[in-house]
Every structure is written in structure tokens, then in C-alpha cells.
């Protein structure tokens, strides 16, 4: 895009609003998972959880982020954008509050179900969104997004352990519910200024020739099940790694911010993968970051290996891999709906499979007593990563 001048510029004074409050919404949208992993064990004092049941705290909503995301393209067809995504953020805020004065694990486990059901809907709105606005920069934005992603998790994984320490795990967790507020007013200011995209997405409903979902496209599979194992790894990490220090004798302030430089490194390589990999056959790119992202698991893996070492190696390769594997949809479709129907396809199939890593390593923490196996168990996921990566061919349009 050039301004009159004829300089390029990246986006326009409307765009600028818009990406934003992108920027804003995503920010809020992990926090309500990630605070959950330095809180933990204090959860599992407090209620006398198993591991395995503890795990739900970030399983159900992974589940829930592959189970919403079929009918919210319906949604977005049937009520608009605003309305659906403003609902979604403010039930979001509400059960984050609510889950932090539960009082048995029933309400606990009921406000992480809004929790899960907030940032499923949301979440799955924004390849639409994207495609519709920023189609020619999608690698871009999709980066930008996932680097709002990887800040909020960054924030709530870095302060929540030393919140933690000073006030308990209620006011710990509980006040993550503000930044879905702060989203909220964000896009409130969008839809006052009027700012519209390509398609009017911002501003009206979308309008759909085809509903179907790509059942029967192997491509579609394929990044269906990548993205399975990128955020298979990412959550069995979020969960787990600040547990499993603290476990080995780190205090709680350290070991969330040890799970901190995973989320803020995770944040470093979804920008970079997004400017430079440009072009549509992404293979390479897809290939180098799943065996970086093998490469630290294998250190994760390493009894007493250095955790500010491999655990920052670790998000470097999942950071770009999870960047791609947003982009990789889109890439493959020529309008809004058609992204938004590839993208709940690959969000269903990818954070349903997602769901089960944290459980898995909960399940195998309560028999044998330590993560030594979990985490080798993410090591052959992660080796999977690179046989996809070698099959994913670009788009022949």
C-alpha cells in the first residue's frame, strides 16, 4: 500500500484502528489459560486434584477451541461480527472472575467452561477477519496476531507466579479478567469509528455461498493435524513446565518466570516467521521450526538440563510453527467465508487432539511420580511436526 506520495506504508490511518484492536483482543485471549499453570499446585492444594484432573483447567478449553470453532462461522453469518465477538469477550472477563472465587471444583470447573467457550469463539473469528482485510498481508497480520497471542501469555505466565506469592492464586488468576474488558472497549471503539474492511466485516453480517467444511481435501487435513502437534506441545508446556520446576525445588516466582521466557520467546518468532516467510510453498520454514521446537524438548526432556536454555529454544520453534500453521488456511482459500470454514475445520480437529496432551501428562505424572515421560512423550510429537512439514505442499492457485 502507498500513501500520496508514493511511499509504501504498511496500513492505512482505518487499518491502523483496526489491527489494534486485533492486537488488544488477542492480548486478551490466553491469559485465562496460561495463568492457570504457575497457579497449579496451588489449585490442586486447595481442591486435593489429582494431576489429571488438574489438567482440565486448560484441557477444557482446548477442547472447547476445537468444538466452537464449527458453528462460529454461523454465528458470524447469522449475528455479525460485533455482536458475536463482543459476547464472547465478555463472557470470557465474567467466568475468569468467577472461576477465581470459586469455591468447589464444580464452579471451578464450570467458570473454566465459560473461560474455554469465550476464547474458542473469538479466537476462531479472526481468519476471516484477516482474510477479508489484510488479504494481501496475511502472513504478516497472522504474525502480528500471534504476537499479541504470545504477549498476553508472556504477561500473565511472567507476573501470575509472583502474584501468586503475595496475594494467593485467587487475586492471581482473577485479575487477568480485566484485559478482556480493555478488548472489549478496543472494539467498541472500532465499531464507533466505523471502521469497515474489504467485505464490511467489522460492520456487517457475512454472507455465504458454500458452508461446507473441507472433510475431503487432504491438505486440509494435513494442517489440520500440524497444528494439532504445534499446540499439542504448546499447551502440554503452558500446563506443566512451572508445575515440574517447582516440583524440582524452584520457587513459584521463578519457575512462572522460566514458563515467561517460553511464552515471550514464543512471541519473538511468530513476527519474524511471519515477515519473512513470504512465500506460498513454506516447507522450509515449516520444517526448521518443528526441528528447533524438537531440539529444545529434547533438553525440556533432560533431567536437570538447563530450563533457561531449552525451554526459550523450544518456544522459538513452536512460535514460528504456530504462525505458519495459522497462515497455512488461508493460503489455501480465496474469500472470507472460505477461510473462516477452513480454519474452524482446522481449529476442531487441531485443539481436540491439543486437549488430550495435557491430560496425557497429568495421567502420567500420577504414575510414575515425575514429567520425565511427558516430556519425551512431546519429543516424538514434535519429530511428527517435521514428517508433516515435508508433506505440506503449497496451493496450486
Known amino acids: 500500500m502507498h500513501n500520496g506520495t508514493g511511499k509504501q506504508v504498511w496500513f492505512s490511518h482505518g487499518e491502523w484502528w483496526l489491527v489494534l484492536a486485533i492486537v488488544l483482543v488477542a492480548i486478551g485471549l490466553r491469559p485465562g489459560i496460561v495463568s492457570m499453570g504457575p497457579a497449579l499446585p496451588a489449585i490442586i492444594e486447595s481442591f486435593r486434584l489429582s494431576h489429571a484432573m488438574a489438567s482440565m483447567m486448560t484441557a477444557i478449553p482446548d477442547v472447547l477451541m476445537g468444538a466452537l470453532a464449527l458453528p462460529t462461522p454461523w454465528l458470524v453469518r447469522k449475528f455479525g461480527v460485533n455482536k458475536v465477538l463482543m459476547t464472547a469477550l465478555g463472557l470470557l472477563s465474567l467466568s475468569i472472575f468467577i ?6 471444583s464444580s464452579l471451578l470447573i464450570g467458570a473454566t467452561v465459560g473461560v474455554g467457550a469465550g476464547i474458542a469463539v473469538a479466537g476462531a473469528m479472526f481468519a476471516g477477519i484477516v482474510k477479508a482485510s489484510f488479504a494481501s498481508r496475511a502472513a504478516l497480520i497472522m504474525g502480528i496476531y500471534a504476537t499479541a497471542l504470545s504477549l498476553g501469555s ?6 501470575t507466579g509472583w502474584l501468586l506469592q503475595s496475594t494467593g492464586w485467587r487475586m492471581a488468576v482473577g485479575v487477568w479478567a480485566v484485559l478482556g474488558v480493555i478488548a472489549m472497549i478496543a472494539w467498541w471503539c472500532v465499531i464507533r469509528k466505523s471502521v469497515t474492511t474489504q467485505t464490511t466485516i467489522v460492520s456487517s453480517k457475512l454472507r455465504a455461498t458454500d458452508t461446507r467444511l473441507p472433510f475431503r481435501t487432504p491438505v486440509a487435513w494435513l494442517i489440520a493435524l500440524f497444528f494439532a502437534c504445534v499446540n499439542f506441545l504448546f499447551y502440554s508446556i503452558l500446563t506443566w513446565t512451572a508445575a515440574m520446576y517447582q516440583e524440582s525445588g524452584m520457587p513459584a516466582g521463578e ?5 515467561a521466557s517460553f511464552t515471550f520467546c514464543f512471541m ?12 506460498l510453498d513454506r516447507r522450509s520454514w515449516l520444517a526448521a521450526c518443528s526441528l528447533v521446537a524438537t531440539i529444545g524438548l529434547a533438553g525440556m526432556a533432560t533431567p536437570g538440563a538447563w530450563p533457561w536454555l531449552w525451554v526459550p529454544v523450544t518456544a522459538f520453534g513452536l512460535g514460528g510453527a504456530f504462525t505458519l500453521a495459522m497462515t497455512l488456511p488461508l493460503d489455501h482459500t480465496h474469500t472470507p467465508d472460505a477461510a473462516n470454514r477452513w480454519n474452524a475445520f482446522v481449529l476442531t480437529v487441531g485443539y481436540l487432539i491439543a486437549a488430550s496432551g495435557p491430560f496425557i501428562m497429568g495421567l502420567l505424572h500420577d504414575k510414575n511420580g515425575d514429567f520425565v515421560g511427558g516430556y519425551q512423550l512431546l519429543v516424538v510429537v514434535s519429530a511428527l511436526m517435521l514428517v508433516l512439514a515435508a508433506m505440506l505442499k503449497p496451493p496450486q492457485h
Open 99 to 104: 472461576r477465581a472465587f470459586a469455591g468447589n
Open 154 to 159: 508472556t504477561l500473565s505466565a511472567g507476573l
Open 255 to 259: 519457575a512462572g518466570a522460566v514458563l
Open 268 to 279: 519473538l518468532a511468530s513476527p519474524i516467521t511471519g515477515m519473512f516467510s513470504r512465500n
